[in-house]
């Protein structure tokens, strides 16, 4: 099974992989070779990927999987490998998001978006 | 003396302006580069959103969004203008400057006020000289513009457009064709207008299971093929600068070697003549004292 992960900015994988992991927009998926065709919306949180030797670890903020012809893409706008998550920004960005005073419905929602992000990139460094 | 001492100056002047622009041309070139395998990156991924969306349309989905279609009303919109933080390099900017200005008196027939945004020291001064309003200016999107920092900008303009105060986005910058040939365009991307190719549509591709459901991910794809799309207009532009840049130097050091021989030339003739002249002055003394 190949596994492809695309930011706009860069491929960071194109790679064999045996297992695939991924956080959804509602709940967690894992996708093994032969699997049908797909098409999910993603969540904030984490991905990982099963090689042959090891195992690793990226923290996807939104968009899209697609799964077809036993090929694994994966559409983010962020996508950063759990070792190279700056804790210390993500809490930062978490206490900043929670002091917020929100007024309309876009702050709120903005608000939480910021927290569910910042919640997730902690989530993914803990683990 | 007093003439070739001054042309030798010159010279040199011109050889250390020569060896600026050389190395400009030098950086532009290692730059052009970076910036090339970024557009590439992106358009990789623009690439497959817009098969996603195929694949939703092949699937019986009605591709349909709010961001697609025009507004009502035709009240407020924006120009993005594209230009460089750093002039040098040819016609780049005003080529974008002139482009946008066209654009401009031909909207504000139709839209009445154009509300102005600019992104780069040089359109900024430029139309501060001009004395034309801007709405905003940014300086901090250069040739290694991040994703992040054009999400930003477009989540604005999608909230903005949400929320019907914008009704439509149009961007000038300066288009990246090939390596020969790059030209200043004003795009409109909000509305959308169209996604993608949808000629897969009734194909009969493999059938997907959407989750959670097709409308959810329409929901995100739209936004996310136009934050794509906005994040291209940025690199586009940094590519296309990088070349003018690098074509604007590659001439100037041309020029200059140009203008070095030129004064060689002149100052090797100066340089005789004096000696000739002193010469004819040794000779003229000495048959004076015979």
């Not at chain 1, 894992?30 to 098409?39: E, K, M, R, T």
């Not at chain 1, 099963?50 to 690793?56: I, W």
């Not at chain 2, 959103?49 to 709010?66: E, R, Y």
């Not at chain 2, 030129?262 to 002193?278: C, K, W």
């Amino acid at each position: 099974m190949q596994c492809v992960l695309v930011t706009p900015e860069a491929t960071l994988l194109d790679s064999q992989a045996e297992f695939v992991a991924l956080t959804l927009f509602d709940g967690e998926i894992g996708i093994g070779p032969g699997h049908a065709p797909l098409i999910g919306r993603l969540g904030c949180g984490e991905m990982r990927i099963r090689q042959a030797d090891k195992q690793r670890r990226f923290y996807i903020e939104g968009g899209f999987v697609e799964v077809c012809n036993d090929v694994v893409s994966v559409l983010t706008g962020r996508a950063v490998e759990a070792e190279k998550i700056d804790s210390a920004e993500a809490e930062r960005l978490l206490a900043e998001a929670l002091h917020l005073s929100p007024r309309t419905p876009e702050q709120f929602a903005q608000r939480d978006r910021t927290a569910a992000q910042a919640r997730a990139m902690l989530r993914v460094a803990r683990a | 003396m007093a003439k070739a001492r001054a042309l030798d100056k010159r010279r040199r002047s011109v050889k250390s302006i020569r060896k600026i622009t050389r190395t400009m041309e030098l950086i532009s070139r290692a730059q052009f580069k970076r910036a090339m395998d970024r557009a590439s990156a992106a358009t990789a991924y623009t690439r497959r959103i817009t098969d996603l969306v195929a694949h939703l349309a092949a699937a019986g989905m009605q591709v349909k969004h709010p961001l697609l279609t025009p507004h009502a009303e035709n009240k407020s919109m924006v120009l993005l203008v594209l230009t460089a933080n750093r002039g040098l390099c040819g016609g780049y900017n005003s080529g974008v400057l002139r482009a946008s200005q066209a654009a401009m008196t031909e909207r504000a027939e139709q839209w009445g006020e154009v509300r102005l945004e600019v992104s780069g020291k040089r359109g900024a001064a430029n139309f501060k000289f001009r004395k034309i309003p801007t709405a905003e200016t940014y300086t901090h999107f250069n040739e290694k513009v991040r994703f992040d920092q054009v999400n930003l900008l477009a989540t604005r303009y999608l909230d903005e457009y949400a929320a019907g105060s914008l009704d439509r986005l149009d961007v000038a910058y300066m288009k990246f064709e090939s390596l020969s040939r790059q030209y200043p365009v004003v795009e409109t991307l909000l509305p959308m207008g169209r996604l993608g190719d949808h000629s897969a549509a009734g194909l009969g591709g493999p059938q997907y299971d959407f989750l959670p459901s097709a409308e959810s991910i329409l929901d995100e794809v739209v936004p996310a093929a136009f934050k794509a799309q906005l994040f291209k207009c940025f690199l586009d532009a940094a590519v296309s600068e990088q070349i003018a840049r690098m074509v604007a130097m590659k001439a100037a050091t041309e020029n200059a070697d140009a203008m070095i021989s030129l004064l060689s030339m002149s100052y090797n003739r100066a340089r005789q003549g004096q000696i000739t002249g002193e010469l004819l002055e040794i000779i003229g003394g000495a048959e004076a004292v015979q």
